[in-house]
């Protein structure tokens, strides 16, 4: 049993059986040249366990709606609860992966992954061994001492993985993640997220731009329109939580998710 399993066993146990819950939210930006509506009314339940992917065309309100999420950004209207309790502030129980990694230069791989641990001031010997079983986990074992400009763009993408995993949160938000590798590097790192994710039971909210990616790995795809961001459509993908990458892009399912992602996007406009 491991840890990340008490952390969603906990949360289910809680008041919420949804890990995520967006009621009425917009959110609207005021500059001073002008009033942007980034969301407008967007609801949306995301039950523990669940890995959700979200596409939409650029600016529509993707990031904005993981901010909403961790509590880096307050909702204009509307409200957001993170396992039944309203988000307020920034929260600690959630793992954030942005597109570049943002390692320091002068820390190894380990003691990147470290960083979050000294954030949040936990048990060092607990630190270690998670550290230790997520380099496992991801492939980097063997990487511990080397430095973020020895490794590879998929390397240090993972180690990114690991830093936000390394306190167990039951729910890890990705926004477009892979966007920057090679596509061989990317469907390795799918695979590798598919078994992770099923390995922790982490609820995940993955923003991507790569219509396979979302149908691969995601159990409901959200899809969005344009500025301001509304939900066009949820497409529940029926695939089974294990996936070969193979089969499953063979898969009729996968072919019909993909299909209706773009049909709802527009011809042309979900770049890969
Ligand atoms: N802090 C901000 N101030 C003003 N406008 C913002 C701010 N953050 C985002 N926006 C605007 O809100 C819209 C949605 O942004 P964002 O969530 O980053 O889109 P996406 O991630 O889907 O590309 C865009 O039009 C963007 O310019
Ligand atoms: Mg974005």
Not at 33 to 38: E, G, H, I, P, S
Request: contains cysteine; proline residues 5%.
């Amino acid at each position: 049993m491991s840890k990340a399993e008490t952390a969603a066993d906990r949360a289910r146990g809680g008041a919420s059986e949804h890990a995520v819950e967006l009621d009425g939210v917009a959110v609207r930006f005021r500059t001073r040249k002008r009033d942007v509506t980034a969301l407008a009314e967007v609801s949306l339940d995301v039950p523990v366990g669940e890995f959700v992917a979200i596409v939409g065309p650029s600016g529509c309100g993707k990031s904005t709606l993981l901010k909403l999420v961790s509590g880096l950004l307050k909702p204009s209207s509307g409200t957001v609860r993170l396992h039944g309790e309203t988000v307020t502030g920034p929260r600690h129980d959630i793992g954030f992966v942005f597109q570049r990694a943002a390692l320091l230069e002068w820390r190894s791989a380990k003691r990147n992954i470290l960083l979050q641990a000294e954030m949040r001031k936990m048990p060092a010997e607990q630190a270690r061994r998670r550290t230790a079983e997520l380099m496992e986990m991801t492939g980097l074992t063997g990487f511990e001492d080397a430095y973020p400009h020895e490794l590879s763009g998929g390397m240090q993408q993972r180690v990114a993985l690991c830093r936000a995993l390394l306190h167990e949160p039951p729910v890890l938000l990705m926004d477009e993640p892979f966007g920057a590798l090679d596509a061989l590097t990317r469907e390795q790192l799918n695979v590798e997220l598919n078994r992770i994710w099923r390995e922790t039971r982490t609820t995940v909210l993955l923003v991507t731009h790569s219509v396979a990616e979302a149908a691969y790995l995601a159990n409901r795809v959200v899809v969005m329109t344009s500025r301001p961001g509304r939900i066009a459509e949820v497409i529940d993908v029926n695939l089974p939580p294990e996936r070969d990458y193979a089969t499953t892009v063979a898969d009729p399912e996968f072919a019909r998710v993909t299909a209706r992602i773009r049909e709802l996007l527009g011809a042309g406009a979900a770049a890969d």
